[in-house]
């Protein structure tokens, strides 16, 4: 399997992905249900896979969790991989749901928000601080409505374009907010993507309810900060994600904010579903790909046991089986003797018959024959007096 989704990989899932009509950039079950069932996997890998793919939990798959769905599947139907892994490869996780990722791993092992004790993380955090690093499902939802408010075209924002927000933050500094800014920007770019702006915001939540920014993130976190891979951006909205239903959050974090800006970035689900662009997913190619391999296999295989067949009867013919040769000629000299007695027998029966009932027969034959004869002759002349006698009549 190859560790990596490849441009035009991403590129075909894209259009997938946009002929479904996804609303708010977000596609529910019923809209890839299709796509799913058209692959032929049974339903207990097409309900894992989904488990899979659907990382924040939403029921829904946004265009990065649809790429890993499709993916899983694809692998699965082109026989690349035998079975589903129990988790997510690292290479498959997009960036912006690393934490996500890393949260869930947490609360699967230690059923409990996910807690830091090795000698880095004291230093880095310190035993008092107190930050929580657990994003939950209604913190995320409110930081994506910031991200998707404050986020340009290619899902980037900036440290100023999040102004509005500083200013209704009553125990947020300016120097916390820029130091907060800089742990989750290690390259000091102008911009950072979502990932980094749902850190960056949740630190800011963390700092507002009374806690301390720590000095550092996590490893896992700042590797992906630095690397941002795999890149799912295809120049294009697709990273301006909303969620389709409104947070209720217990927090109130940015809660003036977000009155301010409206749920404008928010939109309803769109009525009916349109499944008419579901035929382009190239499942039946695969499969149709899949047979011929099979196919060209078999072939082979034949051409070879054809082959070994017919140097195996030119052995023969060549005489290199000297074995069967060997039992050849003996059947061959059994026959010759078999046929030898029994023209013994038959000389020697033919010396033993009695002629005398044969001579009685011909002759017998001989007077049945004159009699015939004789009976031929009578009715010809019949007829020759019968000829004679029309013809007079005529006359």
């Known amino acids: 399997m190859a560790s990596k989704l490849e441009e035009w990989e991403i590129k075909k899932y894209w259009e997938i992905f946009n002929g479904l ?38 029921g829904s798959l946004d265009f990065e969790e649809f790429c890993i769905c ?10 690349t991989t035998p079975n589903l892994p129990s988790q997510l490869p690292d290479w498959l996780v997009p960036s912006s749901k690393a934490h996500l990722v890393e ?12 807690r830091y004790s090795d000698s880095e993380d004291e230093d880095i955090y310190g035993p008092e601080s107190q930050f929580d690093w657990y994003i939950s499902p209604n913190d995320k939802a409110t930081y994506e409505k910031i991200y998707s408010n404050a986020s340009d075209r ?8 999040l102004n509005g927000l500083y200013h209704t933050l009553k125990n947020v500094p300016d120097t ?6 800089n742990l989750v920007n290690p390259r000091s770019s102008e911009t950072i993507d979502k990932d980094q702006a749902l850190v960056f915001l949740h630190m800011l939540n963390q700092r507002e309810n009374g806690k301390t920014i720590p000095r550092g993130v996590p490893p896992n976190l700042r590797a992906t900060f630095s690397k941002e891979v795999p890149d799912y951006s295809l120049d294009s909205h697709q990273a301006d994600i909303a ?15 977000l009155d301010r800006i409206g749920d404008s970035g928010l939109s309803k689900n769109a009525k009916g579903t349109d499944f008419s662009a579901t035929q382009d997913t190239d499942w039946e190619e695969v499969r149709l790909k899949r047979e011929l391999t099979d196919l060209e296999t078999k072939i082979e295989q034949l051409e070879k046991e054809n082959k070994s067949k017919l140097t195996e009867r030119t052995s023969v ?23 030898e007695y029994k023209q013994k027998q038959l000389i020697q029966d033919s010396r033993s018959i009695d002629f005398s009932g044969v001579t009685e027969d011909i002759d017998t034959i001989e007077s049945q024959v004159q009699v015939l004869e004789q009976y031929l002759e009578t009715k010809r002349n019949e007829l020759s007096d019968l000829r004679t006698q029309i013809s007079h009549a005529k006359a």
């Open 154 to 161: 290619f899902g980037r924002i900036t440290f100023d374009s």
């Open 176 to 181: 916390d907010a820029r130091f907060a800014w």
């Open 70 to 79: 499709m993916r899983l599947i694809f692998d699965l139907v082109n026989g």
């Open 21 to 58: 009509k996804p609303v708010n950039n977000k596609l529910s079950g019923d809209k890839v249900s299709p796509v799913l069932k058209n692959s032929k996997l049974s339903d207990d890998k097409l309900s894992k896979i989904w488990e899979l793919a659907d990382i924040d939990n939403d």
């Open 103 to 114: 949260a869930n791993k947490a609360l699967f092992t230690q059923n409990q928000p996910s």
């Open 317 to 339: 013919l060549n005489g290199s089986q000297s074995n069967t040769t060997n039992k050849t000629l003996l059947v061959r000299r059994e026959l010759e003797q078999l046929l």
């Open 243 to 257: 969620i389709s239903r409104p947070s209720n959050s217990k927090q109130s974090f940015a809660s003036n904010y």
